[in-house]
């Protein structure tokens, strides 16, 4: 089980990082809702999931954020608490986020601003 690296943005921010339209994110959770705590939904839930690519991108930024693989360069490993817990933390400040997208390659869409993103989050 890998450790990976979440953004925290406002709905809009985090359905413009999945690449869906507008109002995907009130689709999906629609259909968590209606399925995931059933226990005669499940095939369900993956179903509606899976059958929708839009609602299926921003399930995946939801439950697997920007992936398992991420670099804390060695500035912020102790102001993040990534030098104390590397399982749990969170990154705060444009420059700080810029830091870890540039040390894991992680490229934002062109139409998502760093300024729009609140926080990294890893766990």
């Known amino acids: 089980m890998g450790t990976r690296l979440y953004p925290v943005a406002k709905i809009e921010v985090l359905e413009k990082l999945a690449n869906v339209p507008p109002g995907t994110h009130q689709k999906l959770k629609e259909v968590e809702s209606k399925y995931w705590n059933k226990s005669i939904g499940k095939d369900d839930f993956y179903f509606h999931i899976f059958s929708d690519s839009n609602i299926n991108k921003m399930h995946k930024i939801m439950t697997e954020g920007f992936g398992k693989s991420f670099t804390i360069p060695e500035e912020l490993q102790e102001c993040s608490g990534y030098k104390e817990n590397p399982y749990a933390g969170v990154i705060r400040g444009k420059e700080n986020i810029n830091k870890v997208l540039d040390a ?20």
């Open 104 to 123: 894991s390659r992680i490229a934002l869409p062109y139409n998502v601003y760093v300024d729009e993103i609140e926080a990294l989050n890893w766990c």
